[in-house]
T-cell receptor
């Protein structure tokens, strides 16, 4: 399948600042997008999802934005905390059952 | 509810051997998917099972196989292990047949020597 995202970049932010993690996807047929957080030694943890008929969805301290025109997805984390330090993955689906295609991930480092 | 559980958590095998990994989904979830995670290739989809039937399969050789039991528990098997099979194998379950939120287990770390 087509890939989502590329290599593993690192985003370093100060505690209390807002974080924005970006992701590019390539399969225009995908209609379901998910953000996962993965801490060291653990499996990916669901953060938030969005369907293609939406542009924005908000959760607790997180917001996902979807721009289908340029095939771009972003995750905004408000008031970033040290516990937010992890690798964040975007994933796309909706083409075949529950199969997800994952991006390469972004490492978020929060400085106290 | 208890989360997705995977056993064993860690495994060391040698080339040529075979391995079986187990996954117990969240209670009530009938869809189980397997993923391989490596530093070089990231997270890659292996296969998905729903109600004991394989619904989708990723681009992996036939050495990788799986099955699902009537209680939704799933196993995956890798035969004739190669060094490149060293990875974190993740299982995810979903309550829906498609476009469902998937919840991941902690994974099984496989090291092939």
């Amino acid at each position: 399948g087509e890939s989502v995202g590329l290599h593993l970049p690192t985003l370093s932010v100060q505690e209390g600042d807002n974080s924005i993690i970006n992701c590019a996807y390539s399969n225009s047929a995908s209609d379901y997008f998910i953000w996962y957080k993965q801490e060291s030694g653990k499996g990916p943890q669901f953060i938030i999802d969005i369907r293609s008929n939406m542009d924005k969805r908000q959760g607790q301290r997180v917001t996902v934005l979807l721009n289908k025109t340029v095939k771009h997805l972003s995750l905004q984390i408000a008031a970033t905390q040290p516990g937010d330090s992890a690798v964040y993955f975007c994933a796309e689906g909706g083409n075949a059952g529950n199969m997800l295609t994952f991006g390469g991930g972004t490492r978020l480092m929060v400085k106290p | 509810k208890a989360g997705v559980t995977q056993t064993p958590r860690y495994l060391i095998k040698t080339r040529g051997q075979q391995v079986t990994l187990s996954c117990s989904p969240i209670s009530g979830h009938r869809s189980v998917s397997w993923y391989q995670q490596t530093p070089g290739q990231g997270l890659q989809f292996l296969f998905e099972y729903f109600s004991e039937t394989q619904r989708n399969k990723g681009n992996f050789p036939g050495r990788f196989s799986g099955r699902q039991f009537s209680n939704s528990r799933s196993e995956m098997n890798v035969s004739t292990l190669e060094l490149g099979d060293s990875a974190l194998y993740l299982c995810a379950s979903s309550p829906r047949e498609g476009r469902g939120t998937q919840y991941f287990g902690p994974g099984t770390r496989l090291l092939v020597l």
